[in-house]
């Protein structure tokens, strides 16, 4: 089986800073560790963060969506895709320490705009999939990963997959918090699948989405997260999908990041109903007009705030004063 995951951060961030993800995994925590892996099984999964020694930021800012290298064991993920608006946050020297940190650990990266694809036989069958983003980068003018193509790009990168007899799309896309996608991703998304792709993942929204089926082909449009610290109850719950090459059955999976910033596979009963396929599968098309749509991402963007500020609130005395200052002014800059 061929698994997809969505994103994954190994790092603190502005919330937890000196407590989250990337301080327990210094610590010896293994992010993966209640996710069970057959050695026959390849996993897929969207890494957002850097690693690196380097930083073009200073202070405490320097060490948010960043670890040192030697610190992430990887057990799980086979493949990383690194097209995302995170993977340049400390310039490009560290995202080219990252590139070659994460080869080290597992067996290919895929996304950069020098490689955007990746291919491999699995059951006897070859395999391309490409990394892509569509979100804003806002951290560098020129991205090193494959950021905002044209048609004639991504219609380009699927010819170069002509040989594979699975082609699948892995896409950074839509809307943080909204648990359906946009009109204009809903096009995007056939569009891709006219140009070639059989199959399409996709993730950023940081809550699921649900998932289609055009022309034959899935599109899922949000996994969710797989491994993230969220104060949001939403953003807790993701999903995996697993393909099978040889028969091209897809399942899925839900999973629950539990109370150890850990990834647990879970049975639907355990899921939210709203947050369940069968709701969110009815999502697709509603309010596809524009502003319908983003009056929604407000409203969901407001609360996604208040739960984010009452986990800053309640965690401040973890930091120093010198960070709980630096830390107020980002807070200010961004309303986060």
Known sequence: MIYFTGDINITDTIRDFGFGVGSKIKEGYDPFLKIP????????????????ESSVKKGIFEKMMRIEPGYFKNGLIDFFGIANNHVMEHGPVAYNEMISQLRKICQGVFGMYDKKSITFLHDNKNIGVTGISFRIESHVQKPLYWNNPMDNEIKEEVEK???????IAYVHWGVEYVTYPSMDQRRLAHNMIDMGYDLIIGMHPHVLQGYEIYDGKYIFYSLGNFVFNYPWLLGTYGAVVALNPVTMELKYHYVKIDNNLQPVI???????DYL??????????????????VSNHYRALSKYRKCNRRYIAKNIFKHNISDIFNLGLDFIKRKI
Do not use: A, R, T
């Open 266 to 272: 879970i049975n639907e009963e355990e899921v939210p």
């Open 161 to 167: 997959l002509s040989n594979c007899d699975i082609k």
């Open 37 to 52: 892996k057959d050695s026959k099984d390849i996993w897929i999964g969207n890494f957002e963060g850097v690693i690196s």
């Open 276 to 293: 369940q396929f069968k709701h969110l599968n009815h999502m697709i098309g509603k309010d596809m007009d524009i502003e319908k749509y």
